[in-house]
């Protein structure tokens, strides 16, 4: 059989997202290609007054932001002992460690010399927050794959090593959540040292915290959806006994974010700059509208809260207003100081979207493959 | 002691040399470009009549340096703040964080390295003047000790106020800077940050990231006792209804 003739078959079988999927893990092939053959500035928009872009924004800052559900699912089964959340640890888990991978396959695309990223093993500085988010990166991908092992382990038979890092539990899931608050947090610290640089509506010293209870909610927020889509594609029932909870911390959680949000602005005066808003002043309004207060105001609502739908919808919020802080904090917080516009190019956002498309299509590579779900999967993967 | 730099904005005219002296004595490549980049450390950029020379201002505690993950960036004891490009892993964090915007990149380069003036260390070390010191036919650029520059400036600013604006730039931008500038006209009107912090600006990370080991200590320790308190009292449950059930 030639190869044409097996593309066309494979080709004919393609549902609608499978078809997208494939386009857009083409054009990345592509780019990836160009990246690395011509440099950085043939394919971002990226320059001396606007180093950092998508690729820190969305692959980064929001790839390890919203694979948080990780270790809040296993702190809650494992710490706090709430057991019965232990049917969605394994998605979860398995989510946050495909996040991590593909923060590390982002941060290749990014960094200048990625060849060198082991550099920060070797060559310490302790006062660079880059330094310790370079290694949380490399502690936490371990832990998460420590974490997630059991389950290829379960799915191979092979019973002596499941036992041995079983034993290895708990102490995992403490370390996981000790690098878990400390990379968090430190993605907002990176911004700390531009007070004079990123927009008084963005900066405040609580930018780590703030990141790291975002984070939490957020993390949640993607729990909820993925297993929304998890029913949708491989015919699974939603579990609503145990995400309505969830949500329910949820609402805390973006409830004390969106507070701090406010009293910031309020003590540092950026509040005067919304009774007349300009650009920024939008985009704040905007982002705290999406994250906080559609996502809490509908959960305070008990009929939408036990509603699929209400919950999903007041996820995908709170999702999507989370990417919305990221990219304001690292794009539209830094572009007054920087005098320029950034706008990605188109290339940079097929990198991103390959990104997120790989994930998609790695996670349903894992759940046909390996025990993922407690009982097995009734549909048709993709 | 360490040295530094004084550019008196008032007594450049603009020739230029500094930038031609600064690509040979560092290798760079031509042209001499119109505002600096990886390529071109220094220009002198006319703002509105004034000629203003564009360098690193070599911070005594620089951002750049504190924020390189891997060390690249550092600042010697005789005043320059130096690049080794083998360590650069390119994260551009330097370039990000700069609060004069001083670091540049090779974005044109497959395998790129930043570029920033580096106050020609090899020559300061061997007791030489930075080059574009040595070239600079009317004294504009001065190269000294930095103390004695401070004591300069403050001089040439008693001696004509009405010449020169009421500020030393460099003396306490970002914490202190061992190049400094004297203008006739506000440093803002020349393109100069003027909302730099008065303090040095790794302190702010710096802060944050030294409270880590205890953190860590006490949040380990936070979290194993919420771990042993909960397991403890399933046990507990579990062994009260096994009692229970014996009982019965």
Not at chain 2, 174 to 188: D, I
């Amino acid at each position: 059989m030639t190869v044409a003739v097996a593309v066309r078959r494979v080709v004919r079988r393609m549902g609608f997202w499978e078809a997208v999927l494939a386009v857009i893990l083409v054009l990345f092939g592509g780019v990836t290609v160009l990246r690395f053959t011509r440099g950085l500035g043939a394919v971002t928009n990226l320059n001396d007054k606007f180093p950092w872009g998508l690729w820190i924004g969305f692959d980064v800052l929001c790839g390890v932001g919203l694979a948080a559900g990780a270790f809040t699912l296993t702190a809650i089964v494992h710490i706090f002992n709430l057991r019965r959340f232990e049917p969605i640890v394994r998605p979860t888990v398995l989510t946050g460690f495909l996040g991590y991978v593909l923060v590390i396959i982002g941060l290749l695309f990014d960094l200048g010399q990625p060849w060198r990223i082991w550099h920060a093993l070797v060559f310490w500085n302790p006062h660079s927050v880059m330094f310790e988010v370079a290694w949380c990166v490399m502690l936490y991908t371990t832990v998460l794959g420590l974490e997630f092992a059991p389950v290829v382990f379960e799915g191979l038979r092979l019973e002596r090593p499941r036992r041995l890092l079983r034993s290895v539990a708990t102490p995992l899931v403490i370390i996981g959540v000790i690098l878990s608050t400390l990379h968090q947090s430190s993605l907002g610290s990176l911004y700390l040292i531009v007070p004079s640089k990123l927009h008084p509506l963005w900066y405040t010293p609580l930018l780590p915290y703030l990141f790291l209870i975002s984070a939490v909610g957020a993390g949640i927020g993607m729990t909820i959806l993925e297993s929304y889509l998890s029913e949708r594609a491989f015919g699974r029932r939603l579990e609503m006994d145990l995400l309505e909870p969830l949500a329910r911390a949820m609402v805390v959680a973006l409830g004390v974010y969106g507070l701090l949000r406010v009293i910031v602005i309020w003590k540092n005066g950026a509040v005067a700059l919304l009774r007349h808003p300009e650009y920024e002043g939008w985009m704040f309004l905007l982002e705290l509208c999406v994250g906080v207060v559609l996502p809490v105001g509908l959960l305070l609502i008990e009929r939408v809260r036990m509603n699929p739908t209400g919950l999903v919808v007041a996820a995908i919020f709170a999702v999507l207003g989370f990417v919305m802080n990221r990219l304001n904090v690292s794009v539209t917080g830094m572009e007054h100081a920087a005098g320029i516009q950034y706008v990605p190019s188109w290339m940079e956002v097929t990198v991103s979207l390959g990104l997120v498309a790989l994930g998609f299509a790695l996670f349903a590579v894992a759940v046909r493959y390996l025990p993922i779900f407690p009982q097995p999967a009734r549909g048709r993967v993709g | 002691m360490s040295v530094g730099l004084l550019f008196d904005s008032t007594r450049c005219i603009g020739c230029g040399a500094c930038s031609a002296a600064c690509k040979e004595a560092n290798g760079l490549p031509l042209p001499i470009e119109d505002h600096t980049t990886a390529y071109t450390w220094t220009v002198v950029e006319n703002v509105g009549g004034v000629n203003v020379r564009r360098l690193c201002f070599h911070c005594a505690e620089p951002t750049c340096a504190s924020v390189c993950p891997v060390a690249a960036l550092t600042k010697t004891p005789q005043g320059p703040v130096v690049y080794d490009a083998e360590r650069c892993i390119g994260c551009r964090y330097c370039i990000m964080a700069c609060p004069f915007g001083v670091p540049k990149y090779q974005w044109d380069r497959p395998i790129p390295i930043v570029g920033k003036c580096i106050l020609c260390a090899g020559r300061v070390a061997q007791g030489l003047p930075t080059a574009c010191a040595a070239v600079c036919p009317t004294g504009a650029t001065l190269f000294g000790e930095r103390d004695a520059l401070v004591h300069e400036a403050q001089t040439r600013i008693a001696a004509n106020p009405a010449t020169y604006v009421d500020h030393v730039y460099g003396i306490s931008e970002a914490g202190g800077t061992s190049v400094l500038a004297l203008a006739g006209v506000p440093f803002e009107r020349l393109g100069m940050k003027t909302n730099v912090p008065r303090q040095p600006l790794p302190l702010l990370t710096w802060q944050v990231l030294s409270k880590i080991p205890a953190f860590v200590a006490v949040w380990g320790v936070c979290l194993f006792g919420i771990h042993w308190i909960t397991k403890r009292r399933d046990e507990v449950r579990e062994y009260e209804a096994a009692q229970r059930e014996t009982e019965r």
